[in-house]
C-alpha cells in the first residue's frame, strides 16, 4: 500500500464559484445559475418586449393572438431545430431554403402527376434528406467548407426549382390532404403547430438524453477530444445535415399547406432568420453550446417582434433594424460573460 | 468491477509482460521521427520515457494509444497484436492516453466529460443521475470533491487537470500514458499518488513522458531513453540520476560546422528591464549588444516564444520596458517594434512566419507594404532577386510559392524578409527546426553576417548544440524564470539540460 504519513489530502480544490461543494442546496444552485445563464439574454428582452406589448395593445395578451404568433412561426421553428443541430455541432447550412423552395415544387408536381399527396409528402422529405445527406457527405467526408457547399447547394437546389417550374408558383388549392393540414385543427390548435411542437419535442429528447444528441455537443465543443474518445466524428457531421435536410424537408410541405401552393422563390432567406432565431437562443456559432429551448426562445421573439411591429402599426422595415441590434447585442452579452467566465 | 474493491496482484501476475512494442518507424515527411523503437512494460510497472524535444516520445505515445499509425512495427497487448484503426480500437483495448494537449469538453458537464468514451451508441439513452455517480467513483479516486454535473467550464484550472486524468482512468486502462500531464497540475505528487495505488492494487503499467527529472526519479521504476527517434538505452530505478538521465538524453559531440567568428561587441542595443510576460511570474532582464548573441534555454513550455513575442510587441507585457537602440517602445505593437528596430523570426515558419501558396516575390515583399503606398514591383523583383543570391535560396524561379521549397529554403526567405528593413535586434525562434544539416549550416552562417554587421541577436532554440555554438552568453528558463545564465566557456548540454529541468548547478 501507499499509505504514507503525509499522504492527508491537500485541500485545493475546485470550483471557480467557490461554494460548490458535495451536494444539498448549494448544488442545485449552482446548476440552475449555469443553465439560466443559457436563457438570460433573448429571456429578458422577450419578457420586456411582452411586458411592453401588452400594456400598449389590447389584442396582444389574447389567445388567438398567441396562437397566429406561433401559426406563422411554426415553420421558422421546424427549421430552426434542424439548424440548431448544425450550428452545436459546429458548422451552418445555408442550403435550407433552396431544399425547401425544391422539395415543395417537386411534391407540387408529383401531385399533379396523380400520385397521392401523403406519398408525394413522403417522397419529398425523403428527397430533401438526401439533399441533407449530400451536404453532409460533402462536408464531413470529403470535407470541404460547410460555407461553401451548402452555399452553392442551396443555390443549385433553388434553381433546380426554378426550371422544373419556369418561375411559376404551382397551385395546391384543390389537394384535399394540403388543405386539412392548412386547416385543420387539433384542441382549438393548429395542425402546423402541433408538428412544430412535435419535433421540437423529439428534438430536446434526442439532444439531451441520447448518446448521439451528446456526441453533437461532444464534437462541436471539442472535436479532438471527442474523436480520442472514440467518436465517429464523421459520422456525426454527416447526420446533423441530414437532420437539418429532412426537417426542411418537412418544414416544405408545412409550408406548401400554409400557403396552399409551392413556388421556387419560396422560403427566400429562411436559413437566416432561423440561423439568427437559433443564436439569438444562445447556441454558439462555435459549436458545443446551447439548447432548443433557447431555440424556441429565439423563434419566438423573433414572431413577437414582428407582431408587435404589425399591431402597433409601425413601418415592418423596422423589423430588420430591431432583430439586427438584438442579435448582435444577445452575442455580445454573451462573450462578455464568458470573458469573466474564463480566467 | 467497481474501483471501490481494490482487486490485489496475485504473485503469479506479477512482472507479466502487458504492452511489447517492437520495430515501431514512423515518418513524418523526410523526417523520421521513431526508427526502430522497441520497449516492453511489465503489469504493475511505470516506465518514464525520456528525451529532449522532438526527440520522439509523443509520436511514440499516440502510437500506442492509436491516435496516429506507425509505418513499420507491432503493438502487443497481453500477447495480442493490436492494429489500432483509431483511438476507439485503443480504448477498448485498455489503452488510455492523457495527452499534452488538454481534451476538454467546456460545456458539458463533468461527468460527461469524465465518461466521455462511453458515448458509443447513439441510440442509447443518456441518464444524468446515472452518469453522475458512476463519474463519481473516479473524481474521488483522483481526489476531487466537486458536482459532477456541473459544466467543465465552471472548475478551475487544475481541477480541470484532475479531470483529465479522472477521465482516462475510467477506460479501466491495462495500459496508462501519461503524456506531460503534470506541467499543469499544481500538485503532481497528488497524480503520483493516485497513478501508483492503481498499478500496486490493480497492476495497471504505465507509462510517464515528463521533463522533470525529478518526477521519473519519483515515480518510475524505469527510464527508457529517446534520442532523435531512436532508442539509446535504459535505466534502471537504482541507475536514476539526473545527470545519467541528461548525458543520455543528450549525449551528443559538438560538431565543427559552427562558422561562428568572434565579433567585436558594442552598444547595448536591446534590453529589457522587468519584463513580466504572461507566462513568466517574475520579471526577466536581459540586454544584449551590437554584435553579440545571447541565447534561450528552456523546455517546449518554459516561456521562451512568449519571451520574444513580447519582445517583438505581439504579446501584451504585462509589467516592464523594452528598450531598443535608447528608444522605449511604448504601446507595444508588433509595428512599433518593427520601426524601432526589432524583427522576430518566429517559431512555426508556416503558420507564423510564411504565406505558404505567395510566391517567393511576394513574400519577400511582405513587410514593405503600406496602406496608403502603391507597391514598387520592379524594386520587389529587384531585391528578390538579390535576397535569392545573398541568402543562398535554391530555387530557378522567384516566381514560384513558397511551399514549394524544402523547409531549409523556406527559412531562408523567412530570414531574409525579416532582415529586409535591417534591423538592430533579431530575434530567432527555433530558426533551425525540421532543418536538414546542410542547410543548418547555411543558417548559422547567415546569422553569423548578421552579426558582422553589427546586429544583435537573441536566440532560442531547443536544440543545445546549435546553443553551444553560437552562443556568447545562454540564459536558461524554467517555467517562464530565468533560472541561470551561462557564459560560453562554462556551457554544457548536460548543464543546460540539468536547469531547464528544474535541477540545481552541482
Partial sequence: MTSTPQDTEPDSVLTAGGSAGGGGIGTTWNRF???????????????????????????????????????????????????????????????LGGIIALSGVVMAELIANGLSAWLAMLAVIMLAMMCGLFNGLMIGKVGLSFLVVTLGTGQAFRGIAQVRTGGQTQSLFEVDLVKRINEGELLGISWLIWIAIVVLGTGIVILRYTGFGRMVYACGGNREAARLAGINVTAVAVTVFVIAGTLAGLASVMDSSRLLGASPTAATGIELTAAAAVLLGGTSFMGGRGTLLGTLLGVVFLGVLSKGITLAGISPFWYGIVSGVVLIAAVLLDRIRNGKATP | MSAAEPLHVSSADEGRIVLSVEGICRSFGPVRALDGVSLQLARGEVLALAGENGSGKSTLAKIICGVISADEGVVQLDGEIMSFSGPDAALRAGVALVSQEPTAEPYMTVAENVLLHRLRRPWAIVRKQHMARAAAVYLEEVGLDIDPLLPLGALRHGARELVEIAKALATEPRVLILDEATTRLPDPEHLFRVVERRCEERGMAAIIITHRLREIRRLSHRAFVLRDGKPVGELERGELSDERISSMMVGRELGDFFAKHPHPLGEVVLETTGLVTDRSPNPIDISVRSGEIVGIAGLVGSGRSELLETIAGCRRALAGTVVVNATTLRNKS??????????????????????????????????????????????????????????GIRTNSIDVPVSNLSGGNAQKVLLARCFDH?????????PTRGVDIGAKAEIYEIIDRMLARGVGVLLASSDLMELIGLCDRIVVLHEGEPVGELARADATEELIALLSAGGSRP
Fill in chain 1, 33 to 95: 445559475r449555469h443553465a439560466a445563464d443559457t436563457y438570460a439574454g433573448v429571456g429578458g428582452v422577450l419578457v420586456l418586449l411582452c411586458v411592453y406589448l401588452s400594456f400598449t395593445q389590447d389584442t396582444f395578451l389574447t389567445w388567438d393572438n398567441w396562437l397566429s404568433i406561433f401559426e406563422a412561426n411554426a415553420v421558422v421553428l421546424v427549421v430552426a431545430v434542424g439548424l440548431t443541430f448544425v450550428l452545436l455541432n459546429g458548422g451552418i447550412d445555408l442550403s
Fill in chain 2, 334 to 391: 508588433p509595428r512599433e517594434a518593427i520601426d524601432a528596430g526589432i524583427s522576430l523570426v518566429p517559431e512555426d515558419r508556416w503558420a507564423q512566419g510564411l504565406i505558404a501558396h505567395d510566391l517567393i516575390v511576394g513574400n519577400l515583399a511582405l513587410s514593405r507594404h503600406r496602406a496608403l503606398r502603391g507597391t514598387d514591383r520592379r524594386r520587389d523583383r529587384r531585391k528578390a532577386h538579390e535576397a535569392v543570391a545573398d541568402y
Fill in chain 2, 422 to 430: 535591417e534591423p538592430t535586434a533579431l530575434l530567432l525562434d527555433e
